[in-house]
Structures are given as C-alpha cells and as structure tokens.
C-alpha cells in the first residue's frame, strides 16, 4: 500500500473535513488506483470468460484467415 504524508483540516470542534498530502503523492495514488481498476477489470473478464487463447495461437488463426497483425 502507499505510503503517504498526510496532513488534516479540522472544523471548529476538532473533527476531520479534508486531507492534505504533496502532490508527488497524489500523482502515485492516482496511478495506484488506476492500476487498481485495471486489475479489477482483468478479474472480472477472466470471470466472464470460458477459455483463453494464447496470443501467438491468435495471430496465427489471423493470419491463416488473411488478416494482417502485427
């Protein structure tokens, strides 16, 4: 997990409203959560999905059909 250096605006009464961390770190966290997404997405097609076919094996069926790859 990230590890960050935050810092917190309170209200009056002391209680937590926002964070405030260095934008060197948000840019990580925004890459974290991308990164995040995108394994979620894998994770669901594999769910989704009722076989593989390994990329070379694709690209040969493409070629065998006239299609160019590359």
């Not at 810092?7 to 995040?36: N, S």
């Not at 669901?44 to 040969?60: M, Q, V």
Request: aromatic fraction near 8%.
């Amino acid at each position: 997990m990230l590890q960050t250096k935050e810092r917190f605006i309170v209200d009056e009464k002391g209680e937590k409203m926002a964070v405030v961390f260095p934008i060197e770190e948000y840019m990580k966290l925004q890459v974290y959560l991308l990164d995040m997404e995108d394994a979620l997405d894998i994770r669901k097609a594999k769910e989704r999905s009722e076989g593989y076919t390994r990329l070379e094996d694709f690209k040969r069926e493409l070629k065998t059909e006239g299609v160019a790859c590359v």
